[in-house]
Structures are given as structure tokens and as C-alpha cells.
């Protein structure tokens, strides 16, 4: 409710309520917001008031404007914490999001001379060549291209690949999986990217590197991705 007598401002006030809406899951994502005017008739203030309130949030990105459409409610940034190692499956569950994987190609192919180089075989050797979006709560989130040798997994199946590819390598193939090496850097999304990502050509991206290992050493995976910039980041922890 909001408190005229309060020497809290009001536009202030404002802010909370919708902050404390959203927390609530009164608001949800890709909501959109009553009008300014219908916020002013509601409380009883100035549209001027509840403007400088909703600014505030669309700068703090809590909300998002869409020219002619109105403000809605900004979806919240994935954390991702790079101290461990985990799949995708495992990061959406760990936050209460439901995992989720569109197949756009599954082939076999032979390996060129750069993916053969980070998969550590020979050039030529079959390889699967895998393009999965990945979603959270049905939203895209990540463009995936996984290339895996054919002989580390014989009978990888479509199916399989509906599913989580790091639960079906240790609980199907029996595989320890130990480390990777990862390295990010900033891409815009060609039309691809914006097509499977639902974003506009030219937004930025987090292109993402992966090479994972085993623990007898071998290659597992070699795998490119695009995660989206408005609905990731990644947390590291330092010492000194
Ligand atoms: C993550 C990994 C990817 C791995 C996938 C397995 C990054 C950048 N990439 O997306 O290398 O193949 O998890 O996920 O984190 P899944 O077990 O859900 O199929």
C-alpha cells in the first residue's frame, strides 16, 4: 500500500510495491504492468509520481519498455557460478527452472581439422555434430553445437538428446567425467542466433567455448554456444 503521510517518497514507495510484486510472483515475466494511469487512479497520485517510479525499475532492468506495447517485467539473469562444472540440465534444476532442449540437427559426420584438434583425433574421424537450443521454463536461453567421436558413444540416439547428454555419458555409458576448459567471449547473434534465441540480429551474446575431458584423459566433447546476454551471466569467486 502506499503511505502519503510516509516521509518515504512516494515514487519510492512505488518502486517497493513492484519490486515486492514481483518477488511474490504477482508480476511475472514478460508481464505487462498496468498503465501509469491505471497505477495513479489505483493509489490515488500523480502520473508523474508513478513514471518516476517505473524509470527508476527500467534502470535497474527490473523492467523493460517496448515502444507502442508498454512496460513489462524483465526476466531474471541466470546466475552461473564458474567454479563448477555442471551441465545444463543441472544448472536450470538447481534454480527451480524446468530443463529443456530443442534438437535442430543430429548428424555423422568426419571431423575437420579444428574440431579434430580440440576432440584430440585424428582428422576425418566420425563425429557427431549435434545442434541443440536449450531452454528454461520453455524460454530459449542457449544455441548449442556439440561434437562428440562417434566411438566414445555408438548408440547415442535423437532421443537422447531430448535429455541431459552428461547424465546419459555417466549413467548410460558409465563415463567419470572430470574437468573442461571453457572460455567466453562477446558475440552479436547473426540471423541463426536471433532466429532460435528470439532475439533481435546484432543483440549481444556469450559465445562459449567447452572442451571436456574424462578422467582416463580422453576428449568427451567439444562444445560452441551461444547463451543469451539479457538472461545470463557468470559469477566467479577470487582469492588473493
Ligand atoms: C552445458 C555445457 C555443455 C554440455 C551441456 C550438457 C556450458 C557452456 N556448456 O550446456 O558443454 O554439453 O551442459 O548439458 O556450460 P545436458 O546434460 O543438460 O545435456
Redesign the pocket.
Given at each position: 500500500m502506499i503511505d502519503k503521510q510516509s516521509p518515504i517518497p512516494i515514487y519510492f514507495q512505488i518502486e517497493e510495491l513492484i519490486k515486492k510484486q514481483i518477488a511474490d510472483g504477482i508480476l511475472k515475466p514478460g508481464e505487462a504492468l498496468p498503465s501509469e494511469r491505471e497505477f495513479a487512479d489505483m493509489y490515488g497520485i500523480s502520473r508523474m509520481t508513478v513514471r518516476q517510479g517505473i524509470n527508476n525499475l527500467v534502470q535497474q532492468k527490473k523492467l523493460y519498455r517496448e515502444k507502442g506495447r508498454g512496460t513489462f517485467v524483465s526476466w531474471p539473469k541466470i546466475e552461473?557460478p564458474l567454479s563448477k562444472m555442471?551441465?545444463?540440465?543441472?544448472?536450470m534444476k538447481s534454480r527451480n527452472m524446468e530443463?529443456g532442449?530443442k534438437l535442430l540437427s543430429f548428424k555423422t559426420t568426419k571431423a575437420d581439422e579444428p574440431i579434430a584438434k580440440v576432440l584430440a583425433v585424428e582428422e576425418g574421424t566420425p563425429i557427431y555434430a549435434i545442434k541443440?537450443v536449450?531452454l528454461a521454463d520453455e524460454l530459449p536461453i542457449?544455441l548449442?553445437r556439440?561434437y562428440i567421436a562417434c566411438e566414445l558413444a555408438p548408440h547415442l540416439t535423437a532421443d537422447t538428446?531430448n535429455?541431459?547428454?552428461?547424465?546419459?555419458f555417466e549413467r548410460t555409458c558409465g563415463y567419470s567425467i572430470s574437468d573442461?576448459e571453457?572460455t567466453i567471449a562477446a558475440v552479436l547473434a547473426d540471423e541463426e542466433d536471433a532466429r532460435w534465441l528470439t532475439v533481435p540480429a546484432g543483440s549481444p551474446l556469450l559465445a562459449?567455448r567447452?572442451q571436456?575431458r574424462l578422467e582416463d584423459n580422453r576428449v568427451l566433447?567439444a562444445?560452441y554456444?551461444h547463451?543469451r546476454g539479457d538472461r545470463y551471466h557468470f559469477v566467479t569467486k577470487m582469492v588473493r
Open positions: 552461473q555442471t551441465s545444463f540440465t543441472e544448472d530443463p532442449s541443440r536449450r542457449a548449442e556439440t538428446l535429455h541431459s547428454l552428461y547424465s546419459y573442461a571453457q562459449i567447452r571436456t566433447e562444445v554456444s547463451y
